[in-house]
């Protein structure tokens, strides 16, 4: 086992392993260089569902999806139905998944966010359909001292109905499972609690600052978000099938780039809740 970082502190490639037969002492070689480069990916592993899930809870316990009730499982992004059919626009998994286009940070909208995802190639189009990602630790870093002082104290609101009204995402849940999903509170800038580092924690479901003016605020974090995910600070993967890809929500916002519509793309993600006490959505 190998690892090929795609630059000094962000992405690397993990090469020569089977993920179906680590030792322990290889997951926590594995567990070492995630907290160093935040994003690892695992050319062509080629993991059934049972397989993925087997590797996720490795990492922690596995989080529910957008319902309480749900059984947590490895869930299919996906514009094609089970007989690999493209599923028309109108479809309201494809108008949901549109919004994975936005920089996030996964669940960030629940009092408990994410710790990792997993997400592992199926299908993938003949161009474009990567997925890139964004270092918040060196994001915070490149803020300048007076911001940095004047964020320390700073609480962001975080908002599923915000974040999911402009591309009809809020069509994907009764009102009685909405409800499960009220607005959050986070801090703007977090400590990780494995790595020490600090962290820019924004993205498309902070919709604003507690105590600033509304508006004001909202520009603010939609500014942050968008100099934050500047390059050195990003990593652009293009998919190969069998390809699977584990990243820190902790420290690190994503978001998938767009491809041709008449093309089908399958991706199968699985999700780890965070640590702190959080049984509600936790399994």
């Not at 680590?22 to 569902?49: M, N, Y």
């Not at 989080?63 to 493209?86: H, T, V």
């Not at 400590?191 to 105590?211: C, Q, Y």
Request: glycine share 6%.
């Amino acid at each position: 086992m190998n690892i090929e970082p795609a630059s000094p502190r962000f992405g690397a490639f993990v090469r020569n392993v089977c993920l179906t037969q680590l030792t322990e002492t290889d997951f926590q070689k594995i567990l070492s260089w995630w907290h160093q480069f935040a994003v690892l990916v695992f050319p062509s592993q080629h993991l059934s569902s049972e397989e993925q899930v087997d590797f996720t809870k490795r990492f922690g316990r596995l989080e529910r999806g957008l319902r309480k009730s749900q059984p947590p499982a490895a869930g299919m992004i996906s514009n094609i139905d089970r007989q690999g059919n493209l599923l028309p626009p109108s479809n309201i998994g494809r108008k949901f998944n549109i919004g994975n286009s936005v920089w996030h940070t996964d669940s960030s909208y629940k009092r408990v966010a994410a710790k990792a995802s997993l997400l592992s190639a199926h299908t993938v189009p003949a161009s474009g359909g990567q997925t890139e990602w964004a270092d918040m630790r060196q994001g915070y870093d490149a803020l300048s001292e007076s911001m940095k002082n004047w964020l320390s104290n700073k609480v962001a609101v975080h908002s599923y109905r915000f974040s999911h009204a402009w591309h009809k995402g809020l069509e994907f849940l009764s009102e009685e499972d909405l409800d499960q999903l009220p607005p959050v509170e986070h801090p703007i800038i977090k400590v990780h609690p494995d790595t020490n580092d600090k962290i820019l924690f924004v993205g498309r479901h902070a919709s604003h600052i507690i105590g600033e003016d509304f508006r004001s605020s909202r520009k603010l974090l939609r500014e942050l978000t968008f100099e934050a995910a500047q390059e050195p600070r990003t990593w652009k993967h293009q998919w190969s099938v069998g390809d699977i890809a584990v990243w820190d929500n902790r420290c690190v916002l994503h978001r998938a780039r767009r491809y041709p519509s008449n093309e089908p793309r399958a991706m199968a993600r699985t999700t780890v809740a965070g640590d702190d006490p959080n049984n509600e959505w936790a399994a």
